[in-house]
């Protein structure tokens, strides 16, 4: 079963609004990921924050991580049209090499 | 630009036919990884191996093995390809440390398994 599942599966919001999207795990983790994926391409990585971290930020992007309730959240301010595709969250027990990823959040940003 | 490169971007191939999907990392990485990308279930890692010549099984390895004779190549074998291994292949590499290195994507391998 998957590690991690998104919510929502699906999201759909006009040009400059902010996208917020969530992902739970189970099983207790040194690290999540955040990744992006364009139709049918490879992912590219976000931004990465660990267990020990509550928040982190990096351009219009704001991470955060409750390792009480195994969640995280990704938040896309200011979204434009190029924002436009899917998100995943990956987690690893660190010092281990297995990555797993959640079942993603396909986020449609109408100009 | 650092490179993860998938033999085949689409792969048409019949039920029983032993199939071969080649990745090929030019980042000297440690890790690669195996993952299928099927509509509602996202990424489920397939194999994955931290070293030439070691593997380890991920959460669907049933089906499937795998073959990393060189650190820049890991390559994904279907002994006997069946209609539910349609998918997307992604193949993914990341160096090695403690946790929570970026793993780079290769584009991808749609394959049909007819």
């Known amino acids: 079963s998957q590690q991690g599942e998104e919510d929502p599966q699906a999201l759909s919001i006009q040009e400059g609004e902010n996208a917020t999207m969530n992902c739970s795990y189970k099983t207790s983790i040194n690290n999540l990921q955040w990744y992006r994926q364009n139709s049918g391409r490879g992912l590219v990585h976000l931004i990465l924050?660990?267990?020990?971290?509550r928040e982190k930020h990096s351009g219009r992007l704001r991470v955060t991580l409750d390792t009480s309730k195994k969640s995280s959240s990704l938040l896309i301010t200011a979204s434009r049209a190029a924002d436009t595709a899917s998100y995943f969250c990956a987690t690893d027990i660190g010092g281990y090499q297995k990555v797993t990823f959640g079942t993603g959040t396909k986020l449609q940003v109408i100009p | 630009d650092v490179k993860v490169t998938q033999s085949s971007r689409y792969l048409v191939k019949r039920t029983g036919e032993k199939v071969f999907l080649e990745c090929v990392q030019d980042?000297?990485?440690?890790?690669m990884f195996w993952y299928r990308q099927d509509p509602g279930l996202g990424l489920r890692l397939i194999y994955f191996?931290?070293?030439?010549?070691?593997?380890e099984k991920g959460d669907i390895p049933e089906g499937y093995s795998v073959s990393r004779e060189k650190k820049e190549r890991f390559s994904l074998i279907l002994e006997s390809a069946s209609t539910n291994q349609t998918s997307m292949y992604l193949c993914?590499?990341?160096?090695?440390?403690?946790?929570?290195?970026?793993?780079?994507f290769g584009s991808g391998t749609q394959l049909s398994v007819l």
């Open positions: 980042m000297d990485h440690e890790n």
């Open positions: 191996s931290y070293d030439v010549k070691m593997k």
């Open positions: 993914a590499s990341s160096s090695h440390g403690t946790g929570g290195e970026k793993l780079f």
């Open positions: 924050i660990r267990s020990n971290e």
